[in-house]
């Protein structure tokens, strides 16, 4: 699986290395990982018995900037699905258009059986393993699929003991320790400002408009919260435990709060529970998945109803079903835009800690908007030029400014 997402990048790539006429070295050059670290995580686990795992680091492209990217705790994770990533995360930085390159990390680990001091016992471990190789000015972690803002403190605090005070070398921290407000919602918050682009391109608004989410966890839950606080009607959501549906429109507030109490929905009673993977076919106007990579193939692309998905998830969807989404006629806002306000806000955070000079939320949701309102225009001004779709829209942005730079720097 990891395999194919990785080819799966390559042929998104090469889709719009195609449209700009780069010759094959260049597109080697492009796609080539610049290091890759794996490390093994031995930590004593609260039975008493030593836990073997291994993680990641993916240091893919830097030519705009540091190497910037999440960390994902999961048993998916290996060397292809993190080197994927790691690649995208080049092209997205690009793409907002943030000094930044791409690299992307994760531990080899089902996090569901961790007990919080066995998470934080391996996060250090795998500081241990990487400190070497990030840094404010080298490589700056993130928060992913299971990790969050305290998995971020505890990285601040292994990396401080090692080479001292530095906030920027990692992002989405609690603001009690130099996160910036907003950063948490910015990932979700950003899916919202990119339907609302895609929908007013079309002539069309929020205000009504059905949703359904895959996946509720933090870009889940905080692009359910504001397309609900912008008058959207969420109508069914999941995460690992099944789908939970209701046409009326489901208490988001409720189903938010129920979560945070059960570590998942497992056991809510706000909604009808139907199977997980049924989820992603419904009838609406709007599809986010917000879960994990490659859930939208050939085999259930036809039977996707939604007008627009917005991809808050890291590569859901199969180069075969895009095509199918193209020939049906529904758009799809692809991950390396439609994510982007996570990396986003990030880079706030990271500007901020430099500078030790902190913005209230409001502002860093304006330059948020900003940001995506440029970017969608960029896109738009490309989807043009080339007569293609978004997507390769997005690649042919994101890989042509990665050029740029790397031309200029030189070999
Ligand atoms: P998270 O760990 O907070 O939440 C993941 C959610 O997905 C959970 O609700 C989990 O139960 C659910 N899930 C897992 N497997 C599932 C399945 N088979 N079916 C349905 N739901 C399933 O992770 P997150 O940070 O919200 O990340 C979600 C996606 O968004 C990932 O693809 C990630 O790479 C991407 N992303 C995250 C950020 C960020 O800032 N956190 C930024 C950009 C992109």
């Not at 449209?19 to 008493?48: A, C, F, S, W």
């Not at 073997?52 to 292809?80: C, M, N, W």
Request: glycine content about 12%.
């Amino acid at each position: 699986m990891s395999k194919k997402f990785l080819e799966n990048t390559k042929v998104f790539i090469e889709q719009a290395t195609a449209l700009l006429d780069y010759r094959p070295d260049i597109v080697k050059q492009l796609e080539t990982p610049h290091r890759e670290v794996r490390v093994e995580l031995n930590i004593r686990m609260d039975d008493g018995s030593i836990g073997t795992f291994i993680g990641f680091r993916v240091q893919h492209d830097d030519a705009r900037g540091p190497f910037k990217g999440g960390l994902r705790y999961h048993h998916h994770v290996d060397s292809e699905e993190v080197t994927a990533l790691a690649s995208l995360m080049t092209w997205k930085t690009a793409v907002a258009g943030v000094p930044f390159g791409g690299a992307k990390g994760g531990i080899q680990v089902d996090a569901s059986t961790l007990s919080d001091a066995e998470k934080q016992r391996l996060t250090r471990k795998f500081i241990d393993g990487i400190h070497d190789v990030i840094g404010a000015k080298s490589d700056i972690p993130a928060p992913d699929v299971n990790t969050d803002g305290q998995t971020m403190a505890w990285i601040f605090d292994q990396f401080a003991k090692y080479h001292g005070y530095e906030p920027g070398v990692v992002t989405g921290k609690p603001v009690a320790l130099g996160g910036s407000e907003g950063r948490t919602q910015a990932t979700g918050r950003g899916c919202v400002y990119a339907t609302e682009e895609i929908l007013a391109h079309e002539g069309e608004e929020l205000e009504g408009k059905t949703v359904v989410i895959q996946g509720f966890g933090n870009v889940g839950t905080w692009a359910a919260h504001d397309y609900v606080a912008k008058g959207a009607k969420v109508i069914g959501i999941s995460d690992i435990s099944g789908g939970y549906v209701r046409e009326e429109g489901i208490d988001v507030a409720d189903a938010i709060a129920y979560a945070k109490e059960n570590r998942g929905l497992e056991g809510w009673e706000g909604a009808e529970k139907i199977d997980g993977a049924k989820i992603l076919t419904m009838e609406c106007d709007i599809l986010v998945p917000a879960a994990l990579g490659g859930v939208l193939t050939k085999e259930n692309a036809g039977d996707v109803k939604a007008r627009y998905i917005v991809e808050g998830a890291n590569g859901p969807t199969d180069p075969e079903a895009q095509d199918i989404f193209d020939e049906k006629g529904i758009h799809v806002v692809p991950d390396i835009y439609a994510n982007c306000g996570g990396v986003t806000v990030s880079y706030f955070e990271w500007s901020q800690n430099m500078q030790h000079f902190y913005w209230d939320e409001e502002r860093v949701n304006q330059e948020l908007r900003k940001v995506m309102k440029k970017a969608f225009a960029d896109l738009m001004a490309i989807r043009r030029k080339h007569e293609c779709n978004l997507r390769t829209a997005a690649f042919v942005l994101g890989v042509s400014r990665v050029k740029e730079a790397l031309d200029l720097r030189g070999l």
